[in-house]
């Protein structure tokens, strides 16, 4: 019987659940070149480059919209609906920039978490969180969605606080447009 006990306790301790290691991820080897996508992203819409906008993106890729101060469900939009829209005449001048961004990265996935700020016409839009999921393809990187909040009210809460942590830079854009 005390062996059976004893046995019993083993399997016991042999099945309880191990403790809790969190996974360390290491620095991404490619941060650069993501986030170069992400600007490259942000520089195709302010362009109104649909074509390039389109390139950077995985077929079927998809943008997933939430706008928690206006209560409003979930929305999903293709990228395809994206770029008809660029392609229209009346496309505004966008600027979304971001800063501080997080990279995470393994074996040919990676997500780029950072808070941003987007400019229609000029004009403060709103704030959020944008998160890109992006994929390892022959040609390069590919954007396979991109999530995002609407928050008008939360720009003073999350701005970034030094101009030289701001992405993309804009400059040859505004160039062309003086």
Not at 31 to 48: K, N, W, Y
Not at 53 to 77: C, M, Q, W
Not at 116 to 144: E, N, P, Q, T
Request: some cysteine; hydrophobic content about 40%.
């Amino acid at each position: 019987m005390r062996t059976v006990a004893i046995l019993a306790l083993l399997f016991a301790v042999s099945c309880a659940p191990a403790e809790h290691q969190e996974m360390e991820m290491p620095a991404s080897p490619n941060r650069e070149v993501l986030l170069q996508t992400i600007d490259d992203f942000f520089i195709a819409l302010g362009s109104g480059d649909a074509d390039a906008f389109e390139a950077l993106h995985s077929p079927g890729a998809t943008s997933v919209i939430v706008a928690p101060e206006n209560d409003e469900k979930v929305r999903y939009r293709t990228i395809a609906q994206a770029v008809t829209q660029m392609h229209s005449a009346d496309f505004p001048k966008i600027r979304e920039r971001y800063w501080d961004p997080i990279v995470l990265e393994r074996s040919g996935l990676a997500l780029v978490w950072t808070p941003y700020s987007i400019d229609v016409d000029g004009a403060r839009l709103h704030c959020g969180v944008d998160v890109f999921s992006l994929s390892k393809h022959d040609s390069g990187w590919k954007i396979d969605s991109v999530s995002y909040t609407m928050e008008p009210t939360a720009c003073n809460e999350i701005k970034p606080g030094e101009a030289s942590r701001v992405r993309p830079d804009f400059s040859v854009l505004d160039a062309k447009e003086n």
